[in-house]
């Protein structure tokens, strides 16, 4: 919970908040910019920050663009979520040698590795961890590893002030506004008054890591600039209704809508690799040239591949409408039987980074009105 | 590094079991005993639970637990030679290891079934699940009213346990009725699916719990004709089949609409799923 007592950080004080968590044995991952996109990776020091750049996105595309200011988090989010860092695309999860006809395991792929400092996480970034907690922490099982780069991370939230053309947290009810999950909470202030942040601990780690930055106490206007961000980014053109939305679903496993997008869908998975919330694996097992050495590797799956629902005789799901209809349904319906809350946080990035620019919100939409032959 | 001391909590890691004993029940299906390499561990577990088992160098797949639960010394699987993995596990020798992780799943409800009738629906492999529960109830007869077996298979070479049917038939208050969609000459049972079976069934529906397993479009028509023959949809239990990759609700792949194949199942209330099971590529 952001503390009232909150600060003001001058922008020179972001490089030595790197650098303190450095110190404290943290790798910290921020945005940088690299291939025309907004990424997360390794910081090294401020300089990495994407200073001075924004995001243009719309359905189907996504553009980086210079801004007037120097803003270190002036855009909305990249292609990349915090899943790369906690729920990594790929992670061995045991290797085994054989031993006359049978096996021993040697051992199991919970590294230890720096805890990471994630830097400029936003509202809807915090929701979809917390979504993918409930899934790989605080349901029947844990999953150990999942649970090792969690229980480590240290969390600095960044506040958004503006939104892109496809964010629409605010109806999902996850943003703008960062309201927990985090170990320091930043607001980007630009103005006459300089280039700073506002700044308030939401964890005894993030005061320990606060009183070692030259923090000023915040005025008034410091509270009102950084409130009038966040109002700025709930301007948002896009949204879901989400009454009744599981029944809405539930209801209209056929409609017409089903076949009008599976006729644009190219079924490429983009949308659930780049989803901070899917979660889906598989596993693997490879085997070294002498046949002695077996590893098992998890990697990210797609229900979207025709593989995912195989059993023997066939796929469950042959058409791109079944694929389709299993994602967003799951998404925004069974998600809730499942685990208490929508898989879907607003974050926008299945609809910038789908190559027909198909658009979550206007499917939705479309099943809302009902239309016989499914066009919007 | 964490040896294969099978103290462990991460629900990953397979453990090392031998193969004792393999037996053929048709052509393409065999029977496994495993026994455990490192002989402290019990091998406890429900009747309808199922396991993931790792040939070395093969894969993983999910296995219905088909031996007697009152054993724990050792896990029993009945598996049909149908692709790359099941053909490796049914061609491994006496001697050989198979990881096993688990059991995994819910179980046929064994208890709230006491003191009422059990009417056990199979369709080919699906006998294999069912197992456990019959022998639990045949060991507890006194805590079970009638016990009525109906089991279909595709002809008579693809019957399991022909030799224990036949046993199974001779306890008191049990019935076994089996058919085969093809007889053949030699076969002088009865022939046609499995719901035909109902008609020579002393089924009392009242105080009655069936438990269903076998291909999806069987259920749909046994689950239909136990509901005619008077159950209540709370009464009827199925056990359904997705692909599965990791058996504890990582994956994402056994997902069957709201529920999660590998931990909300196999084994369902018909009630649960009625209306899932009605959908085309759910
Ligand atoms: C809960 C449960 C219990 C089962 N119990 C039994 C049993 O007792 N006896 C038995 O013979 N079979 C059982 N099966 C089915 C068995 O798992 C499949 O026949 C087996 O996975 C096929 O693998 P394969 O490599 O031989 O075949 P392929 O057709 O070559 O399959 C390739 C891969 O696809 C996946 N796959 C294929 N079919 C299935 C399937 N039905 N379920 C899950 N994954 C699949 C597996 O990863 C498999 O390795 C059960 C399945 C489930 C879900
Ligand atoms: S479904 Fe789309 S908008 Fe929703 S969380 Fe996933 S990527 Fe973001
Ligand atoms: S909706 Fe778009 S991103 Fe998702 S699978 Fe279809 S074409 Fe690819």
């Not at chain 1, 079944?322 to 069974?334: D, E, G, N, P």
């Not at chain 2, 639970?49 to 010394?73: K, N, R, T, Y």
């Not at chain 2, 990759?245 to 931990?263: N, S």
């Amino acid at each position: 919970m952001a503390h009232r007592s909150e600060h003001v950080l001058g922008v020179d004080q972001l490089g030595k908040l790197i650098g303190v968590l450095a110190r404290k044995g943290y790798e910290v991952i921020g945005p940088t910019v690299r291939d025309g996109a907004i990424v997360y990776d390794h910081v090294e020091s401020a300089e990495d920050l994407p200073a001075g750049w924004t995001d243009e996105q719309e359905p189907g595309r996504y553009r980086l663009k210079r801004r007037e200011d120097m803003a270190l988090f002036g855009y909305a989010v990249g292609p990349q979520s915090w899943k790369k860092y906690m729920h990594p695309a790929e992670v061995r999860l045991w290797s085994a040698e054989r031993q006359g006809g049978t096996f021993r395991i040697l051992n199991n792929e919970v590294k230890p590795q720096r805890p990471h400092a994630l830097l400029g996480a936003r509202a809807c970034e915090l929701a979809a961890i917390a979504v993918q907690d409930r899934v790989l922490l605080e349901d029947k099982y844990r999953d150990p590893i999942y649970d090792q780069r969690r229980e480590g991370a240290f969390i600095i939230a960044v506040q958004c002030t503006q939104a892109a053309a496809t964010c629409f947290c605010a109806s999902m009810g996850t943003g703008p506004q960062v309201s927990g999950g985090f170990d320091l909470v930043l607001t980007e202030l630009i103005g006459p008054e300089g280039h700073r942040f506002l700044v308030a601990t939401g964890s005894d780690r993030g005061v320990e890591v606060l009183t070692e930055l030259e923090a000023v106490p915040a005025t008034e206007e410091d509270r009102q600039q950084a409130e009038a961000g966040v109002e700025a980014a709930r301007q948002q053109v896009r949204s879901i209704d989400t009454t009744g939305i599981k029944e809405l679903l539930y209801k209209n496993f056929e409609h017409p809508r089903w076949d009008n997008v599976a006729s644009r869908c190219l079924t490429c998975a983009n949308c659930t690799m780049v989803c901070p919330t899917c979660f889906c694996t598989s596993v693997e097992d490879v085997t070294d040239i002498t046949g002695d050495h077996a590893e098992r590797w998890r990697r990210w799956d797609s229900c979207f591949t025709q593989s995912f629902s195989y059993i023997h005789g066939g796929s469950v799901r042959t058409s791109a409408k079944a694929r389709y209809r299993q994602w967003m349904t799951h998404k925004l319906a069974s998600w809730i039987d499942q685990f208490g809350s929508s898989g879907c946080v607003g974050c926008g990035r299945c609809i910038t980074w789908c190559p027909v620019g198909i658009d979550i919100t206007e499917e939705v939409g479309a099943i809302r009105d009902g239309g016989k032959d499914g066009n919007p | 590094m964490i040896m294969a001391t099978g103290i462990t909590t991460d629900p990953m890691l397979p453990q090392p079991y031998s193969v004792r004993d393999v037996a053929k029940e048709t052509p393409d299906t065999f029977t496994l005993r495993l026994e455990p390499e490192i002989a402290v561990n019990r091998s406890s577990f429900q009747p309808g639970q199922f396991s993931m088992l790792w040939v070395f160098g093969v894969g993983e797949l999910p296995i219905s637990i088909s031996g007697d639960p009152a054993l724990q010394d050792r896990l029993v699987y009945t598996v049909r030679s149908v692709g790359q993995a099941t053909h490796a596990l049914v061609n491994r020798r006496v001697g050989e290891g198979v990881g096993v992780r688990g059991p995994f799943g819910t179980g046929w409800p064994a208890e709230a079934a006491r003191g009422r009738d059990v009417i056990v629906v199979a369709g080919g492999i699906g006998l294999a699940p069912l197992r456990p529960l019959i022998y639990q109830v045949l060991q507890n007869r006194d805590d079970y009213g009638r016990l009525l077996i109906l089991y279909g298979a595709r002809s008579p070479r693809e019957l399991l346990y022909r030799k224990e049917l036949a046993a199974w038939a001779r306890n008191r208050e049990t019935q076994v009725l089996v058919t085969v969609d093809y007889g053949g000459l030699g076969w002088r049972g009865h022939v046609g699916v499995v719901t035909t079976l109902f008609k020579y069934a002393r089924l009392q529906p009242a105080p009655a719990v069936a438990m269903v397993c076998g291909p999806e479009i069987m259920m749909r028509f046994v689950t239909r004709e136990l509901e005619n023959q008077g159950l209540s949809r709370d009464n009827i239990y199925v056990s359904m089949e997705r692909n599965m990759k990791c058996a504890v609700g990582f994956c994402g792949h056994c997902q069957y609409g709201p529920h999660f194949i590998c931990k909300d199942g196999p084994v369902f209330r018909y009630e649960q799923i009625r209306n899932l099971l009605e959908k085309y590529e759910l």
